[in-house]
């Protein structure tokens, strides 16, 4: 919530600058989220006197001026504005000011073929007000020379972050409550003016939905000049975001930003009979003050008369009965709705405002009679009439909280301790009531204190939240035990490796748009009933969409390749039904994997055998068996059916899938070039038996040297090596410590229909050196291992 400086200390009497005030704002729990100096938008500003002003030689609607800016001989100005003549005082932008409104650079420059030396600016494009058709105008004894923003007056902007607990701070009076409560000055009390109103309200109220609308009050002011509202008005409605618009709307809309109270004004004219709160009926449409159409429900809560709805209540006026420059009676309406139906409606319409903002949190049920007193007050003062009496409809809910507090709970529950005098002094300074018995009121204002918690919570916070002491938490002497579950262990070390092999750690949304998760998922993903957008409105069954979406946005960026990865959950229904959470490291190798050179020419491109790779180290360093792994296909319809498969351990345990994406799938995710992907399903990995800690080993290198045999065997084309390999490395696992394919041959000499596969062989010697007759058993063993794979060793 934005408000200035002078607007605060039009309710807060005290001397504190702005630096003063933030600082204790944020000490009090209402955090500061910046602080905006008008006076930095209006340097090179200045007040300056035009000397003379004649017709531009090269057009009708220019003028050359001669503008006095207190310093050295006049500047030579051209300006289009219809008042611009000798002898007015108005403000100059001098060669290079910056104009709040547009952010141009002011400049020397030719207009017209004619120098101008800066420019004559009007109200909006200082961002002061919403005139435009002319210049400003100034005082003829205003100080030529003097900088503007010195002139005007520089009044800080104050932007604070209200939690949702606190609408009394939704409005400046608010604030200023809390401040003074806090030692930072005196609060000045409301003066309502007390209008009885000289004649009968012509209009009738009356209230259908006691639930939704308990109290509903009115009154008619005949006789008003609607127009722009005051310049005081103006700039403390701009200086809180809101545009100015009429006397009439700003009245209201000032009424509710200093004290939180939200109110409407309607154009009797435009109001048929009787006026009634009750709920929508199906099949009503209102075009709401945002010019949009809205259908009407009998959830929602309205305000009607007998022609038809006329304000979506508690939330946003009809366009229809809105006030305009022409309306002369007026029939002012102040209620109490609940927060409940409020939220309810603004929901269901998607329809957010500044009045839904209040209501919804909880405004003061027993500031209604107040409420409508300031704002009779105003619009007299400001546009005149005559005003009614009050009509009032039901009853508000002014019964008040009464709490019995135990001052001791401030140092129990608090962490500090402060005098019960001191704590009795700052609840009163908030408004609470407090007896002789610490029985303690809850101003209405304060819907959301609700026990004793709250009101300690009260007490220490205008103490100062930066008056606790920090103590750090008891522990037991000696060395810490570790903290980490394995599955935090395994992740830290997952990081660590991926990034080792180059790969960059990516953090995306768990939601994606549902087709997104529809193309990923193999059934009905979680779709969410309330999602932040459209685009995160399904629970993620794959880590994939999320990480190619962040590789498509680096290409479109101009990146030449991407090596990403990801740690994290996907959703998935389970059997009962219920979401299933499932730990999943995923990598996207997209672009370039080699950039073009003289020595290697094209760019390369990653393919299915550097996904594989990435698979396979990724799973070793997570403790899976690597060595007894399946490479099977059936990756899912997402993989390219010929450059896609999993790896398993037996036919049902997919510990991965990895490969080249699918044509289709790429084509639905908006992706060019080829993507190799991987995702290892890391619930998947079985745990080692017994794996309770980490056994201290005392390695001892071999004391004899290696072996290493070379086989080629013949086998069918169509048969995966890595079978063969495995075979060949299990034919004597005393002996053979290692198996590598390195030739994959096919052509002159091999019998059609079949390959030439290569394996390097390692044997490790134990006590003696290998004979000859050991090295050909071991050789037979292998021989014999590869023929129940259908390999037969090459001659």
Known sequence: MKFSLSWLKAHLDTDATIEQIAAKLNAIGLEVEGIEDPADKLKG????????????????????????????????????????????????????????ANGMVLKVAAVRSVESNGMMCSMRELELGEGHDGIIELPADAPVGTAFADYHGADPVIDISVTPNRPDCMGVYGVARDLAAAG????????????????????????????????????????????????????????AGQRPISALVDITNYVMLTYGRPAHAYDLAKLTGEVVARRGRDGEVVTALNGRDYAITDNILVIADEAGVHDIAGIMGGEHSGCQDDTTDVLLEIAYFNPQRIAVGGRALNLTSDARGRFERG?????????????????????????????????????????????????????????????????????????????????????????????????????????IASVALPRVDGVARPTAT????????????????????????????????????????????????????????????????AAKRNADRGASGARL???????????????????????VLAGEKTPRGWATGKAATF????????????????????????????????????????????????????????????????????VAVVEIFLDAIPAKKGAGGFARVNYAPPALQAVTRDFAFLMAADKPAGDLQRAVKNADKVNITAA???????????????????????????EKTYAEADLKAISDKVTAAAAKQGAILRG
């Open 45 to 100: 500003f200045r007040v300056a006197r035009i000397l003379t002003a004649e017709r531009h030689p090269n057009a009708d609607k220019l003028q050359v001026l001669s503008v006095d800016t207190g310093e050295g001989a006049p500047l030579q100005v051209v300006c289009g504005a219809p008042n611009a003549r000798a002898g007015l005082v108005g403000v100059l932008g001098l060669p290079g000011a910056v104009v709040p």
């Open 740 to 766: 590598r394919v390195f030739d994959d041959f096919r052509g002159n000499g091999v019998p059609e229909g079949q390959k030439s596969i290569a394996i390097e062989v390692t044997l490790q010697p134990g």
């Open 184 to 239: 930072l000055g005196t609060l000045r009390p409301i003066t309502a003016p007390g209008i009885a109103g000289s004649y009968p309200c012509p209009v009738s109220i009356r209230i259908e939905d006691a639930d939704g609308c308990p109290a509903f009050h009115g009154r008619v002011i005949k006789g008003v000049k609607n127009g722009p509202s005051p310049e005081w008005m103006q700039a403390a409605l701009t200086a």
């Open 607 to 674: 393919d299915a055998f550097d996904a594989k790779a990435e698979a396979l180290a990724l799973l070793a360093e997570a403790g899976a068996p690597v060595d007894n792994l399946q490479v099977m296909g059936e990756a899912g319809p997402q993989f390219h059916p010929g450059q896609s498969a999993t790896l398993r351990l037996g036919p049902k345990n997919v510990l991965a899938r990895f490969g080249m994406l699918h044509p289709a799938t790429q084509k639905a995710l908006d992706i060019d070039g080829p």
């Open 565 to 587: 990865f990801e740690i994290g959950r996907r959703y998935l229904r389970g059997t009962d039904g219920r979401s299933d959470e499932r730990l999943t490291l995923a990598v």
């Open 363 to 467: 405004v003061d049920p027993t500031f209604l009679d107040t409420g409508l007193d300031l704002l009779t007050g105003l619009i007299l003062d400001i546009c005149g009439g005559e005003a009614s009496e009050v009509v009032r409809a039901g009853d508000a809910p002014t019964v008040l909280k009464t709490l019995t507090f135990d001052p001791n709970r401030t140092t129990t529950l608090g962490g500090v301790e402060i005098a019960p005098a001191e704590q009795a002094r700052i609840l009163t300074a908030l408004g609470f009531g407090v007896g002789d018995d610490w029985t303690v009121t809850v101003p209405g204002w304060r819907p959301d204190v609700d026990g004793a918690a709250d009101i300690v919570e009260e007490i220490v916070r205008i103490h100062g939240l930066d008056n």
């Open 486 to 549: 394995p599955v935090q262990k395994l992740e830290r070390r997952l990081r660590r490796a991926a990034a080792a092999r180059g790969l960059n750690e990516a953090i995306t949304w768990s939601f994606l748009p549902v087709a997104q998760a529809e193309l990923f998922a193999d059934g009905q993903p979680w779709v969410l009933s309330n999602p932040i957008s459209e685009d995160m409105k399904a629970m993620r069954p794959s880590l994939l969409p999320g990480l190619l979406s």
